[in-house]
C-alpha cells in the first residue's frame, strides 16, 4: 500500500496562486505516474493533470496553461503549481498514484478559490 501526504491547500483569491504537494511513502521509480484530480460536490472526479515516471505530462483542458505539474525524485513528490485561478476551480483535490497496475489515493486537500 503506497502512502500520500497531500499539503498545500487552502483559500486563495481568484487570480492568485497555490502549490500542492504529494509526498509518497516509496521511490517514485516504482510508480508509473502521478497525478492530480479534484472533485466538487455532486461531480466525478476529474483529472487535472498527471504526469509519467519519466516525465511526460498530460492536462486537463481547463489546467492547461495555468497549472503545471512536477516531480521531485529525491523526495519522492509531486508537485501542483497553480496560477491565475479561478472560482470554478474550487474543489477537493486528490493526488494519484498509479504503481504496478494499482491505483493509489490521497485523502484530499480542499482548495477555496474566493475574493
Known amino acids: 500500500q503506497v502512502q500520500l501526504v497531500e499539503s498545500g491547500g487552502g483559500l486563495v483569491q481568484p487570480g492568485g496562486s497555490l502549490r500542492l504537494s504529494c509526498a509518497a511513502s516509496?521511490?517514485?521509480?516504482?510508480?508509473?505516474?502521478m497525478g492530480w484530480y479534484r472533485q466538487t460536490p455532486g461531480k466525478q472526479r476529474e483529472l487535472v493533470t498527471t504526469?509519467?515516471?519519466?516525465?511526460?505530462?498530460n492536462y486537463s483542458d481547463s489546467a492547461k496553461g495555468r497549472f503545471t505539474i512536477s516531480l521531485d525524485n529525491a523526495k519522492n513528490t509531486v508537485y501542483l503549481q497553480m496560477s491565475s485561478l479561478k472560482p470554478e476551480d474550487t474543489a477537493v483535490y486528490y493526488c494519484?498514484?498509479?504503481?504496478?497496475?494499482?491505483?493509489?489515493w490521497g485523502p484530499g486537500t480542499q482548495v477555496t478559490v474566493s475574493s
Open positions: 516509496t521511490s517514485i521509480f516504482s510508480i508509473s505516474s
Open positions: 494519484h498514484v498509479l504503481r504496478y497496475g494499482l491505483e493509489h
Open positions: 504526469i509519467s515516471r519519466g516525465g511526460t505530462a
